[in-house]
């Protein structure tokens, strides 16, 4: 295992425990983080689109925040949808999460309307910072974490054998 997968489980690790020890920091962890998490994790080296798609979940969420807390009804939640699904082909977003992180509040039911999105928001910037931490990382001692890789894969099939 590499240098970003193990830090991404760290991390979503510290956001379920954060929002675990304070009722009102409950929100900083929900499932979908996990794919979000393992989506950037693919695209690291393109800064620009994960700020683009943080961007979108970022609207999506407010966008389902206020459409929540006007109405919480099926309508509400099949406009809310709609909002989504036609921004994301409008702006050609190719992630799905930011859906997810739409209808979040129809499930969550925050206490306020502004915590969801600025939970995400804070997340998702700890996210794109633990990713690019791990971007220099590897590409400062490439060699170091390129050689252990290989070792493990060696032991890996000795092991098997």
Not at 8 to 28: G, T
Not at 39 to 62: D, G, H, P, W, Y
Not at 145 to 161: I, P, T, W
Request: hydrophobic share 60%; proline share 4%.
């Amino acid at each position: 295992m590499t240098l970003k997968p193990i830090a991404v489980c760290l991390y979503l690790a510290l956001a379920y425990w954060i929002s675990s020890v304070n009722p009102m920091l409950k929100m900083f962890f929900f499932p979908t983080l996990a794919a979000i998490a393992f989506f950037f994790m693919s695209r690291v080296n393109q800064m620009k689109e994960l700020f683009t798609i943080s961007a979108a979940a970022i609207a999506a969420s407010l966008i389902g925040s206020v459409i929540f807390f006007i109405d919480s009804g099926v309508f509400s939640f099949l406009i809310t949808c709609l909002i989504t699904i036609s921004l994301i082909l409008y702006y050609k977003i190719t992630a799905a999460p930011v859906l997810a992180v739409a209808v979040i509040p129809f499930f969550a039911h925050p206490a306020m309307m502004w915590l969801f999105p600025l939970s995400l928001s804070l997340t998702l910037v700890g996210l794109i910072a633990v990713l690019w931490m791990c971007q220099k990382l590897e590409t400062q001692f490439g060699k170091l974490f390129a050689l252990s890789a290989k070792k493990n894969v060696a032991n890996e099939e000795l092991s098997y054998d």
